[in-house]
């Protein structure tokens, strides 16, 4: 591998070629019932053929979505259902919110003009 210049990834490409032409055997296979769709899949084929063949090709990013949908899709049906916290590829991820970390600020009035607010104090999350 050359480090000057743009990386190929031809390569790359060209050793996923049967794992992308059984995906996309999947997403045609899933889409039999309807002709237009099938030609989504089918758009999404050639444009991966040639860019393995390391040739220029174009595809619109709305077909590239709609087969990944039908990949996921497929992936899905066969492992089951969703989980009750979402899919199989994003497991659970609790983030605490600012409540969740913070009191809020409670402002005080000292007299006169003056007010004081109080830093948020941090809470210790479980």
């Known amino acids: 591998m050359s480090t000057s210049g743009p990386l190929n990834w031809t390569p790359l490409f060209a050793a996923f070629r ?14 039999r019932d309807y002709p237009e769709e099938v030609e989504i899949v089918e758009r999404v084929r050639a444009f991966i053929r040639k860019r393995v063949a390391n040739q220029s090709a174009e595809v619109r990013l709305d077909d590239v979505l709609f087969t990944f949908g039908l990949i996921l899709d497929a992936i899905e049906r066969n492992l089951g259902p969703l989980a009750t916290h979402g899919p199989w590829f994003a497991p659970e991820l609790h983030l605490p919110s600012a409540a969740d970390l913070w009191e809020p600020a409670i402002p005080r009035w000292l007299g006169c003009d003056l007010w004081l607010h109080t830093p948020p104090a941090f809470r210790a999350s479980a």
Do not use: H, P, T
């Open 18 to 31: 049967e794992a992308f032409e059984w995906a996309l055997d999947v997403a045609a296979k899933l889409a």
